[in-house]
């Protein structure tokens, strides 16, 4: 019944949705001439053969996805779907020859069902949390065997799905299998009536290393005399911290360079005000001794990761969740990180152990993490050797998952 309301809710919302795109895009949050795909009409042609669908919702789970895809796309044509502007031009960037990307239509079930009917994908893969009812739905209706991968599903999450657990058995019940990133989520899974649950490792753990334009690296290293450290993937309420932990810290380290790598980099202008008219690379200015560099680019954080010492990772002071701490560490970067790292939890306990990780809660504890390693660099350097230990010893997780997902397609 709830599924029946949401489906008739959702029909009768196409109005208001599509005003919703166009004021997205009137703001740079959606890409104007496609905006059509967010309503399942296709841009580009169906490749022939066998296809398999990989829908991320952003940036961080299309890195993660990438591995997956390049082995998938070894086998047969891939369609990518995700639902950011930055997520599409980092597909742009990265995706393989044989793959393709299209924006992922807003879960409208006519929307879905046309969406389907162009791209007939013989296997559909959901990352994470992507789990929309109506397009579940237009799957199932077509036969198409549905795939979780690194399914995510917190506690909040398991109770608000257990007041409708009819709704619950469905959704999740039709997928031909769902690999929990932990097994906290898969026991959550279960808890929901799941059927096949598959505890392989969390997929994030197993990415490459984020690429680095080598000639860019050596522009900045030359540029860049004296200390310096990262703040990565910063939120609003983050930037005003790192500005005045920068500015606590850079009579003591002189010429201190703080690079600030907002989350968003289309609110550099906003981050560069906050930090006192901070140079900004988008605008292809040069970092200065003694200030905060703010780096509003896209598709660089392993530039970034490779030319500081250690890095504060956002979303963890301010925000929820947190952001992949996995990548700055196996790039051998120990990280700072602030309470909230509910997306990240298995990840952080490896870092803790190996004490390749700062915690803090308040500016007076990142003023005084980044003082440490600033202080200490071989201690920063011996901690980046643990943090990459760290995540040395797992199996390579994209195989199984390829040849569990093909299986579905041949």
């Known amino acids: 019944m709830i599924l029946k309301i949401y489906a008739k809710a959702t029909s009768l919302a196409k109005p208001a949705l599509r005003y919703m795109l166009r004021r997205r895009a009137v703001k740079g949050k959606e890409i104007a001439h496609r905006l059509a ?26 890195i993660s996805a990438l591995p997956l895809i390049d082995l998938l796309a070894a086998a047969g044509p891939v369609l990518l779907t995700t639902g950011t502007v930055t997520s599409a031009k980092l597909a742009a960037e990265r995706l393989p020859q044989n793959a393709l990307h299209q924006f992922v239509p807003l879960d409208v079930p006519g929307w879905a069902e046309r969406f389907l009917e162009h791209w007939r994908p013989d296997a ?29 599903l917190s506690a909040a999450s398991t109770r608000n799905w257990q007041r409708a657990p009819g709704a619950a058995k469905t959704l999740l019940g039709g997928f031909a299998a769902i690999h ?95 930090c006192g008219d901070a140079p900004r690379r988008a605008l292809c200015q040069s970092p200065q001794p003694g200030q905060v560099y703010v780096a509003d680019t896209l598709g660089e954080l392993g530039l970034f990761f490779r030319l500081a010492p250690f890095a504060f990772i956002g979303n963890s002071l301010v925000g929820f969740g947190g952001h992949n701490i996995v990548e700055p560490a196996l790039l051998a970067r120990p990280v700072i990180c602030g309470p909230h790292l509910e997306n990240f939890e298995e990840a952080a306990a490896r870092l803790r152990a190996a004490n390749a990780q700062l915690d803090v809660t308040d500016k007076a504890g990142l003023i005084a993490a980044a003082r440490h390693w600033l202080g200490d660099t071989q201690a920063a350097k011996a901690a980046g050797l643990r943090a990459a230990e760290a995540f040395a010893d797992t199996e390579r997780l994209p195989e199984r998952l390829s040849r569990l997902i093909l299986d579905g397609v041949s």
């Open 180 to 274: 929990a990133q932990s097994t906290g989520d898969a026991v959550n899974f279960r808890a929901l009536g799941a059927v096949r649950v598959l505890e392989w490792g969390n997929l994030k753990f197993h990415a490459a290393p984020l690429p680095c334009d080598d000639a860019a690296l050596a522009a900045l290293v030359a540029v860049i005399p004296g200390p310096l450290w990262l703040a990565a993937s910063t939120h609003p309420g983050e930037e005003e911290l790192v500005y005045a932990a920068h500015q606590a810290l850079f009579m003591e380290f002189p010429g201190l360079v703080t690079i600030l790598v907002p989350r968003h980099p289309e609110r550099g202008a906003e981050v560069a005000a906050i």
């Open 124 to 152: 559909a893969v959901f990352l994470e949390s992507e789990i929309w009812p109506n397009l579940l739905a237009a799957c199932d209706a077509r036969g198409i065997r549905r795939f979780l991968v690194n399914g995510r």
């Open 37 to 62: 795909e967010r309503e399942g009409i296709a841009s580009r042609p169906r490749p022939a053969g066998r296809l398999a669908w990989v829908h991320a919702a952003s940036v961080g789970e299309t």
